[in-house]
């Protein structure tokens, strides 16, 4: 069980890698959000502030972090949460992979923020013409097989895609909200420690699509 763990609890990890929350650190799943989606609203518009991005932050952070949120991502290179959602260094604990997947190690990397560092808010962030879902939703209508170890992503995909294929409406736009959602509940349903925080009321998690064409991102 690592619910309470300390740094010095995990192998391989260094004791004081949390460091106390800065003053205007978001410390609600509301304020969280909020600071996220305000970050957002900036970017889009024009008018991202770039915090925590300077030699001082790395200076100051270089003795621990806290970050405020965690956010599972695709690693499609549009999708940064840090750009997006106009945040800084020490402010998320990111998660990357083609998909944003949940499987066992990634929900381990998320396991560790949450008992860590307590970070009010995860999101769950999937994106409009997701190259993964595309791949996955090409490769069950035609029936082939992907090359390499793309087919292990498909696969991963694949309980999330096939149930939405015959839906109306654009077939991978569906694709990229089913998956979403079922990652969510995925990653619920097999972590105890994510779902013991959300029972607290001090961790909220939530899906979210950023919209390729427009930078916006909307909460699903």
Known sequence: ??????VAGVAGLTVGSAAPAAASTPTTPGAALA??????????SGHSR???????????????????AIVLGCADSRVSPEVLFDQGLGDIFDNR?????????VTGS????????????????????CGA???T???????GTPPGSIGALVEALRPAIEPVLHQPGDVVENGVRANIR?????????SAIVRDAVAARTLRVVGARYDLDTAAVTLL
């Open 35 to 44: 600071s996220l989606l305000a970050g957002n609203a900036r970017f889009r």
């Open 110 to 129: 998320i396991e560790y923020a949450v008992a860590e560092f307590a970070p009010p808010v995860l999101v769950v962030l999937g994106h409009e013409r």
């Open 137 to 143: 939703v090409e490769t069950i209508e035609s029936g």
């Open 97 to 105: 992979v083609a998909g944003n997947i949940v499987d066992e190690v």
């Open 50 to 68: 770039h915090p925590h991005q300077g030699v001082a932050d790395v200076h100051r952070l270089a003795a621990g972090q806290h970050p405020f």
């Open 182 to 190: 079922y990652q969510v509940a995925r990653l619920l349903a097999g």
């Open 1 to 6: 069980m690592l619910t309470g763990i300390g």
């Open 133 to 135: 879902v595309a791949a």
